[in-house]
T-cell receptor, first 114, second 114 residues
Framework: NAGVMQNPRHLVRRRGQEARLRCSPMKGHSHVYWYRQLPEEGLKFMVYLQKENIIDESGMPKERFSAEFPKEGPSILRIQQVVRGDSAAYFC????????????FGSGTRLTVV | GNSVTQMEGPVTLSEEAFLTINCTYTATGYPSLFWYVQYPGEGLQLLLKATKADDKGSNKGFEATYRKETTSFHLEKGSVQVSDSAVYFCALSEGSGGYQKVTFGIGTKLQVIP
């Protein structure tokens, strides 16, 4: 009965490289959310996805960031040409269609850009 | 839009002290309210929730009451322990654009000293 699985836990990338963050939702959950947590800051919503659909990407930076949740496999948050300012903890959460009961969060991926 | 305001931290308490972390919200309708806890190096865990006015959520000695008249959801615990040291996030969930969107406060860091 695994919860939300994120990998890798820690990721180091040089400036200009690509970062791929993976999230497998909790069993039975069809909705996935990505949040970013900068040091000493709160959680900022990035994107909400259902299988094969992006529902709300109002929090995604316009450039370099993309997300997908394919029919098979995990959700992927992709950051192209990373910069130092992308260093943060990225959390994935999942829920049933009605998130009135809250989200289940993964342990996060801590991205460090050097 | 929706927003959550919680008291700035860090909050430092001695073991067995009484804890209150204030949280107020702004929402257009009737949101569900949550408290999440984040232990160092981990993701967020749902601590408690309340889905309608006057509901009291409780878990692990923590409790919070949904107060519609004051738009508040303050977190309390009668006697804190060192193991309660963590960051606490207040959050609300409300329908927006066809789904329940969760908005988080900035988080309040609690440090309990022996």
């Amino acid at each position: 009965n695994a919860g939300v699985m994120q990998n890798p836990r820690h990721l180091v990338r040089r400036r200009g490289q690509e970062a791929r963050l993976r999230c497998s939702p909790m069993k039975g959950h069809s909705h996935v959310y990505w949040y970013r947590q900068l040091p000493e800051e709160g959680l900022k919503f990035m994107v909400y996805l259902q299988k094969e659909n992006i529902i709300d990407e109002s929090g995604m930076p316009k450039e370099r960031f993309s997300a997908e949740f394919p029919k098979e496999g995990p959700s992927i948050l992709r950051i192209q040409q990373v910069v130092r300012g992308d260093s943060a903890a990225y959390f994935c959460a999942s829920s049933f269609p009605n998130s009135i009961y809250g989200y289940t969060f993964g342990s996060g991926t801590r991205l460090t850009v050097v | 839009g929706n927003s959550v305001t919680q008291m700035e931290g860090p909050v430092t308490l001695s073991e067995e002290a009484f804890l209150t972390i204030n949280c107020t919200y702004t929402a257009t309708g009737y949101p569900s309210l949550f408290w999440y806890v984040q232990y160092p190096g981990e993701g967020l865990q749902l601590l408690l929730k309340a889905t309608k006015a006057d509901d009291k959520g409780s878990n692990k000695g923590f409790e919070a009451t949904y107060r519609k008249e004051t738009t508040s959801f303050h977190l309390e615990k009668g006697s804190v322990q060192v193991s309660d040291s963590a960051v606490y996030f207040c959050a609300l969930s409300e329908g927006s654009g066809g789904y329940q969107k969760v908005t988080f406060g900035i988080g309040t860091k609690l440090q309990v000293i022996p």
